[in-house]
């Protein structure tokens, strides 16, 4: 994340020990405020998710390449009225999974979208939270055969707690 203006950008920039810094490739061209910048490494190339305040604010990805050049078109992963922001992001070996938290409906909740390797959105969004309060800062890991997601959460009388379950074969495991 930098500035190329008067806004937060979404910056990729490799680094080699022995050639230094490769030029920076700008995510986001905008100008307009980019946060909360999530990477992954797939294998082959890096996937990126972040917080775009273009139009409202939704969740955005973009693969780059190895060699720091964009891949396809950016995808706009969230389209929904309220605030979608806070993303993580996570690679199965075959596709991309990302949550974020979002109050769409009425109240800040988690929710969570497939991507698949080639940067198009698989499916709708899956709400994962429906509790009275504030859900938020979500972290997403793969384990192998689901995804792992923590999140703050402060349902339980204003106090504030770590929650977690477990998300895959379409369905979800409360822990």
């Known amino acids: 994340q930098g500035n190329a203006g008067s ?12 050639q230094g810094p490769f030029p920076a490739l ?6 307009l405020v980019a946060l909360h910048p999530q990477i992954v490494w797939n294998g082959t190339e890096w996937g990126i ?6 139009v409202f604010t939704e969740i955005y990805f973009q693969r780059v390449s190895a060699a720091g050049a964009k891949v396809g078109a950016e995808l706009r992963v969230t389209n929904a009225s309220g605030v979608s922001n806070e993303p ?12 974020w938290d979002d109050n769409r409906s009425g109240d800040l909740e988690l929710w969570y979208a497939r991507i698949s390797s080639a940067g198009a959105k ?6 994962l939270t ?3 309060g504030t859900t938020d800062t979500p972290t997403l890991a793969w384990g192998g055969s689901k995804f792992a997601v923590a999140w703050h959460d402060d349902r339980f009388a204003g106090e504030s707690e770590i929650l977690f379950l ?9 822990d």
Do not use: K, M
């Open 49 to 54: 998710a972040w917080e775009d305040h273009r």
């Open 26 to 31: 700008q995510v986001t061209t905008h100008n």
């Open 7 to 18: 806004q937060p950008e979404i910056f990729f920039e490799r680094v080699d020990q022995r």
């Open 122 to 127: 698989v499916g709708s969004d899956l709400q």
């Open 166 to 174: 477990r998300l895959g074969c379409n369905c979800v495991d409360a």
């Open 130 to 132: 429906t509790a009275t």
């Open 88 to 99: 993580s992001l996570a690679w199965t070996g075959s596709e991309y999974g990302v949550v």
